[in-house]
Protein backbone atom coordinates (compact mmCIF):
# COMPACT_ATOMS: atom_id res chain seq x y z
CA UNK A 1 0.00 0.00 0.00
CA UNK A 2 2.76 2.44 0.59
CA UNK A 3 3.82 2.16 -3.18
CA UNK A 4 1.61 3.83 -4.61
CA UNK A 5 1.38 6.77 -2.35
CA UNK A 6 5.08 8.21 -4.10
CA UNK A 7 3.93 9.36 -6.71
CA UNK A 8 1.88 11.78 -5.39
CA UNK A 9 4.26 12.80 -2.92
CA UNK A 10 6.65 13.42 -5.59
CA UNK A 11 4.11 15.88 -7.53
CA UNK A 12 3.41 17.85 -4.79
CA UNK A 13 7.00 18.79 -4.06
CA UNK A 14 7.63 19.71 -7.47
CA UNK A 15 4.57 22.13 -7.48
CA UNK A 16 6.13 23.48 -4.38
CA UNK A 17 9.53 24.18 -6.74
CA UNK A 18 7.57 25.41 -9.24
CA UNK A 19 6.12 27.71 -6.57
CA UNK A 20 9.46 28.81 -5.02
CA UNK A 21 11.16 30.05 -8.89
CA UNK A 22 12.09 33.69 -8.39
CA UNK A 23 10.09 36.40 -10.34
CA UNK A 24 10.08 36.90 -13.77
CA UNK A 25 11.76 39.17 -16.13
CA UNK A 26 8.92 41.50 -16.93
CA UNK A 27 8.09 42.80 -13.35
CA UNK A 28 8.43 46.67 -13.07
CA UNK A 29 11.56 46.93 -10.50
CA UNK A 30 11.54 50.35 -10.46
CA UNK A 31 14.50 51.38 -11.95
CA UNK A 32 15.20 54.49 -13.82
CA UNK A 33 18.13 54.07 -16.65
CA UNK A 34 19.00 57.43 -17.83
CA UNK A 35 19.13 57.81 -21.69
CA UNK A 36 22.57 57.40 -23.42
CA UNK A 37 21.93 60.36 -26.13
CA UNK A 38 20.14 63.83 -25.61
CA UNK A 39 18.01 64.28 -28.82
CA UNK A 40 16.60 68.36 -29.37
CA UNK A 41 14.01 68.71 -31.80
CA UNK A 42 14.92 69.89 -34.82
CA UNK A 43 12.47 72.47 -36.90
CA UNK A 44 11.16 70.66 -40.38
CA UNK A 45 10.52 73.24 -43.11
CA UNK A 46 9.40 71.78 -46.61
CA UNK A 47 9.90 75.16 -48.48
CA UNK A 48 5.85 75.25 -49.07
CA UNK A 49 5.10 77.49 -45.60
CA UNK A 50 4.46 80.46 -48.30
CA UNK A 51 2.33 79.35 -50.64
CA UNK A 52 -1.21 78.15 -50.40
CA UNK A 53 -2.30 74.85 -51.42
CA UNK A 54 -4.46 75.02 -54.75
CA UNK A 55 -5.30 70.90 -55.71
CA UNK A 56 -3.64 67.90 -54.08
CA UNK A 57 -4.77 64.55 -55.33
CA UNK A 58 -3.37 61.23 -55.48
CA UNK A 59 -1.51 59.90 -58.62
CA UNK A 60 1.46 57.97 -60.09
CA UNK A 61 4.10 59.75 -62.18
CA UNK A 62 6.20 58.85 -65.04
CA UNK A 63 8.52 60.00 -66.95
CA UNK A 64 9.80 59.60 -70.84
CA UNK A 65 13.31 58.62 -71.15
CA UNK A 66 14.77 59.82 -74.52
CA UNK A 67 17.62 57.33 -74.71
CA UNK A 68 15.67 54.48 -73.94
CA UNK A 69 12.49 55.41 -75.65
CA UNK A 70 10.14 54.58 -72.96
CA UNK A 71 8.17 55.63 -69.87
CA UNK A 72 9.81 55.07 -66.31
CA UNK A 73 7.97 55.39 -63.02
CA UNK A 74 8.84 58.43 -61.08
CA UNK A 75 7.16 57.46 -58.44
CA UNK A 76 3.52 56.95 -56.11
CA UNK A 77 2.44 59.97 -54.24
CA UNK A 78 0.40 63.32 -53.77
CA UNK A 79 0.61 66.27 -57.06
CA UNK A 80 -0.07 69.73 -55.55
CA UNK A 81 -0.64 72.88 -57.41
CA UNK A 82 0.71 75.41 -54.91
CA UNK A 83 0.67 79.15 -55.49
CA UNK A 84 2.86 81.58 -54.01
CA UNK A 85 1.40 84.55 -51.12
CA UNK A 86 3.68 87.20 -52.35
CA UNK A 87 4.58 86.61 -55.82
CA UNK A 88 1.62 84.65 -57.35
CA UNK A 89 3.48 82.32 -58.96
CA UNK A 90 2.20 78.86 -59.02
CA UNK A 91 4.37 75.43 -59.46
CA UNK A 92 3.70 72.01 -59.45
CA UNK A 93 5.12 69.41 -56.91
CA UNK A 94 4.86 65.51 -55.99
CA UNK A 95 6.72 63.62 -53.28
CA UNK A 96 6.83 60.16 -53.36
CA UNK A 97 4.86 58.58 -49.94
CA UNK A 98 7.11 56.84 -48.09
CA UNK A 99 10.51 58.88 -48.73
CA UNK A 100 8.96 61.94 -50.01
CA UNK A 101 11.40 62.24 -52.45
CA UNK A 102 10.83 65.12 -54.94
CA UNK A 103 9.32 63.58 -58.40
CA UNK A 104 8.24 66.67 -60.23
CA UNK A 105 8.83 70.25 -59.01
CA UNK A 106 8.11 72.93 -62.01
CA UNK A 107 6.33 76.35 -62.78
CA UNK A 108 2.95 76.86 -64.37
CA UNK A 109 3.64 79.00 -67.20
CA UNK A 110 1.15 80.48 -69.45
CA UNK A 111 2.37 78.70 -72.53
CA UNK A 112 1.72 74.75 -70.32
CA UNK A 113 -0.70 72.39 -72.13
CA UNK A 114 -1.86 69.46 -70.38
CA UNK A 115 -3.11 67.07 -72.97
CA UNK A 116 -5.23 63.54 -72.63
CA UNK A 117 -2.79 60.32 -73.05
CA UNK A 118 -4.28 57.97 -76.08
CA UNK A 119 -6.25 55.08 -75.03
CA UNK A 120 -6.38 55.90 -71.28
CA UNK A 121 -8.78 58.26 -70.08
CA UNK A 122 -7.55 58.43 -66.54
CA UNK A 123 -3.61 59.64 -67.96
CA UNK A 124 -2.58 63.08 -69.25
CA UNK A 125 1.01 64.43 -70.72
CA UNK A 126 2.60 67.72 -70.67
CA UNK A 127 6.15 69.28 -71.22
CA UNK A 128 8.40 71.24 -68.31
CA UNK A 129 11.30 72.93 -67.45
CA UNK A 130 11.67 70.46 -64.29
CA UNK A 131 14.08 71.18 -61.67
CA UNK A 132 13.30 68.16 -59.23
CA UNK A 133 17.03 66.62 -59.62
CA UNK A 134 18.82 70.12 -58.79
CA UNK A 135 19.13 71.61 -62.64
CA UNK A 136 17.01 72.68 -65.17
CA UNK A 137 15.70 69.69 -67.48
CA UNK A 138 13.40 69.89 -70.62
CA UNK A 139 10.95 66.87 -69.14
CA UNK A 140 7.86 64.81 -70.73
CA UNK A 141 5.85 63.96 -67.57
CA UNK A 142 2.90 61.95 -67.92
CA UNK A 143 0.79 61.32 -65.07
CA UNK A 144 -1.81 58.80 -64.10
CA UNK A 145 -5.16 58.90 -61.38
CA UNK A 146 -7.42 56.72 -59.87
CA UNK A 147 -10.55 58.14 -61.34
CA UNK A 148 -11.60 59.84 -64.87
CA UNK A 149 -13.17 62.80 -62.82
CA UNK A 150 -9.32 63.47 -60.79
CA UNK A 151 -7.73 63.75 -64.44
CA UNK A 152 -10.34 66.25 -65.63
CA UNK A 153 -10.16 68.12 -62.57
CA UNK A 154 -6.06 68.18 -62.96
CA UNK A 155 -6.52 68.98 -66.81
CA UNK A 156 -9.43 71.67 -65.89
CA UNK A 157 -6.86 73.69 -63.00
CA UNK A 158 -3.59 73.63 -65.37
CA UNK A 159 -5.82 75.14 -67.90
CA UNK A 160 -7.54 77.67 -65.75
CA UNK A 161 -4.03 78.82 -64.00
CA UNK A 162 -2.21 78.82 -67.62
CA UNK A 163 -5.15 81.07 -68.97
CA UNK A 164 -4.75 83.40 -66.02
CA UNK A 165 -1.28 83.77 -66.17
CA UNK A 166 -1.10 84.63 -69.68
CA UNK A 167 -3.90 87.62 -68.49
CA UNK A 168 -1.21 88.91 -66.15
CA UNK A 169 1.85 89.15 -68.95
CA UNK A 170 -0.55 91.15 -71.31
CA UNK A 171 -1.37 93.50 -68.71
CA UNK A 172 2.09 93.32 -67.72
CA UNK A 173 3.04 94.42 -71.01
CA UNK A 174 0.04 97.03 -71.68
CA UNK A 175 1.01 98.65 -68.53
CA UNK A 176 4.85 98.30 -69.89
CA UNK A 177 3.51 100.60 -73.04
CA UNK A 178 1.71 102.73 -71.38
CA UNK A 179 4.60 103.50 -69.23
CA UNK A 180 6.73 103.80 -72.59
CA UNK A 181 3.99 106.34 -73.92
CA UNK A 182 4.03 108.73 -71.04
CA UNK A 183 7.77 108.71 -70.83
CA UNK A 184 8.22 109.57 -73.82
CA UNK A 185 4.88 112.18 -73.89
CA UNK A 186 6.99 113.49 -70.69
CA UNK A 187 10.32 113.20 -72.52
CA UNK A 188 9.32 115.68 -75.47
CA UNK A 189 7.69 118.21 -73.09
CA UNK A 190 10.40 118.42 -71.18
CA UNK A 191 12.68 119.31 -74.38
CA UNK A 192 10.17 121.72 -75.59
CA UNK A 193 10.45 123.56 -72.55
CA UNK A 194 14.27 123.10 -72.65
CA UNK A 195 14.42 124.64 -76.16
CA UNK A 196 12.00 127.59 -75.15
CA UNK A 197 13.89 128.24 -72.16
CA UNK A 198 17.66 128.25 -74.50
CA UNK A 199 15.63 130.71 -77.03
CA UNK A 200 14.75 132.96 -74.25
CA UNK A 201 18.38 132.91 -72.76
CA UNK A 202 19.52 133.91 -76.46
CA UNK A 203 17.31 136.84 -76.63
CA UNK A 204 18.18 137.91 -73.43
CA UNK A 205 21.90 138.11 -74.50
CA UNK A 206 21.08 139.59 -77.83
CA UNK A 207 19.18 142.22 -76.39
CA UNK A 208 21.83 143.95 -74.45
CA UNK A 209 24.18 144.22 -77.05
CA UNK A 210 21.77 145.53 -79.82
CA UNK A 211 20.65 148.42 -76.85
CA UNK A 212 24.41 149.08 -75.88
CA UNK A 213 24.93 150.01 -80.42
CA UNK A 214 23.16 152.65 -80.18
CA UNK A 215 24.75 154.67 -77.31
CA UNK A 216 28.03 153.59 -79.05
CA UNK A 217 27.04 155.43 -82.02
CA UNK A 218 25.39 158.74 -80.12
CA UNK A 219 29.19 159.06 -78.23
CA UNK A 220 30.63 159.11 -82.15
CA UNK A 221 28.44 161.39 -83.22
CA UNK A 222 29.05 163.80 -80.00
CA UNK A 223 32.80 163.32 -80.41
CA UNK A 224 32.41 164.75 -84.01
CA UNK A 225 29.65 167.79 -83.72
CA UNK A 226 32.89 169.14 -81.06
CA UNK A 227 35.23 169.89 -83.49
CA UNK A 228 32.72 171.49 -85.95
CA UNK A 229 31.63 173.61 -83.18
CA UNK A 230 35.29 175.08 -82.31
CA UNK A 231 35.40 175.35 -85.60
CA UNK A 232 32.63 177.76 -85.73
CA UNK A 233 33.81 179.81 -82.54
Same mark, same amino acid.
Given at each position: ?114 ? #?????? /? ?5 ? *?????? $?? @?? =? ?64 ? #?????? /? ?5 ? *?????? $?? @?? =? ?5
Amino acid at each position: MAAPAEPTLLRREGEEDDDSKPAADDEDTGAQVAPIVQLQEVAVTTGEENEDVLLELKSKLYRFDRDGNQWKERGVGTVKLLKHKETGKVRLVMRQNKTLKICANHLVLATMSVQ #EHQGND /KSCVWHA *ADFSDG $EL @KD =ETFCIRFASVENCRTFKDKIAEIAEGQANDNGEGEEEGQANDNGEGEEGETAASLIEKLSVGAKDE #EEKPES /KAAPSSS *AEKKGK $EE @KP =EAAVEK
